[in-house]
């Protein structure tokens, strides 16, 4: 019996995947550089070709139906492949090139895009993919399989990944110098409660190690308020609104200035890693092994540059002499 798939194509293949990933029959059609009409006519072929519907109109737009869900499924690994097949022949005729594609945490889009920048100076055929949200955001596109690495501050456990730390992270309380909290003697965790501190939305890795933080100490975390960008926060303790948890990585700028200040507090700032992953079960194309590799071997080294050149490697250095004479150890 002939499969009722005969006749479906790559072009009809790719839309489906493209409308399921964007949700969207339009933002397919601008990813993919069609129109809309073109778009309808690519699902329809291969609607025609399944020999069942596999979208359906909703009034908030449209959704894939269980055929099409399955389907969706399916042309994803199968246009994973013949990418993977097209990498593979280009590297038997010694040519290194492909889309390296990557997902990384919203902190990390201020580390890694140098990273990115001289893996591609030195493999010049390859292009690079960067998606970047927050923690829950990224993770989805892990298990999706939409990038093949994921950039973040900690392996998720819902997933089964290999993951491997490849940078220090560091992370810290801080707050405007004029804060009265800056000058503060005996400060700890308590003494933040009543300070309105800023925080990232549920889902962000930053929101993730604060609450963690309080717990362990075994202090109620009160949220002053909650902000969906690292930049509302810097703005809004730089003016003095409150207390901000943050990565070091994202505040170069403003501590250089002066703008912002480490608060005094034992311990500050922490360390943490920074993790690449993959999907355990989902086999690598060799530019995003090599990319995991190149970070893995380079990228402490890379960070510690980015650090040092702002003067963060310094207060950094600085604040973690003064704890260690004081008998106060990171957490």
Not at 73 to 84: D, Q
Request: proline residues 5%; hydrophobic residues 45%.
């Amino acid at each position: 019996m002939p499969s009722p798939l005969k006749h479906a194509t790559f072009r009809q293949l790719a839309t489906l995947h493209a409308v399921s990933r964007l949700g969207s029959v339009s933002r397919a059609a601008d990813e993919m550089h069609l129109t809309q009409p073109a778009v309808s006519i690519q699902i329809a072929a291969l609607e025609a070709s399944a020999g069942t519907p596999l979208l359906q109109r909703t009034g908030r737009g449209i959704r894939l139906t269980e055929a099409g869900v399955l389907l969706a499924g399916y042309a994803g690994r199968v246009l994973a492949l013949w990418r993977e097949a097209g990498e593979q022949m280009a590297a038997h005729r010694g040519v290194f090139s492909g889309t390296l594609r990557v997902g990384a945490v919203t902190t990390a889009e201020y580390l890694l895009p140098p990273m990115l920048v001289a893996f591609a100076n030195e493999h010049p055929q390859v292009k690079v993919k960067l998606q970047v949200g927050n923690r829950d955001q990224i993770v989805h596109m892990l298990a999706a399989q939409e990038v093949d690495l994921a950039i973040m501050g900690r392996p998720p456990g819902e997933l089964k990944t290999t993951s491997m730390p490849f940078a220090k992270h560091p992370m810290a309380f801080m707050a405007a110098p004029k804060h009265p909290l800056m000058s503060a003697r005996g400060l700890d965790l308590a003494r933040l409660v009543d300070a309105n501190l800023l925080v990232r939305e549920r889902g962000s890795g930053t929101r993730t190690t604060v609450e963690r933080l309080f717990k362990e100490a075994g202090v109620t975390l009160r949220i002053g308020s909650e902000m969906s960008s690292n930049e509302a926060i810097k703005h809004m303790c730089a003016a003095g609104f409150g207390i901000a948890f943050l990565s070091l990585h994202t505040c170069v700028l403003e501590l250089e200035a002066g703008l912002l200040a480490l608060l005094p507090l034992p311990g500050n700032p922490i360390e943490r890693d920074w993790y690449v992953m993959h999907l355990s079960a989902h086999q690598l194309p060799n530019v995003a092994l090599a990319f995991e590799r190149f970070l893995c071997e380079r990228g402490q080294l890379l960070i510690q540059q980015q650090l040092e050149r702002s003067g963060l490697g310094r207060i950094a250095g600085k604040r973690r002499a003064q704890a260690a004479s004081k008998g106060v150890r990171p957490r």
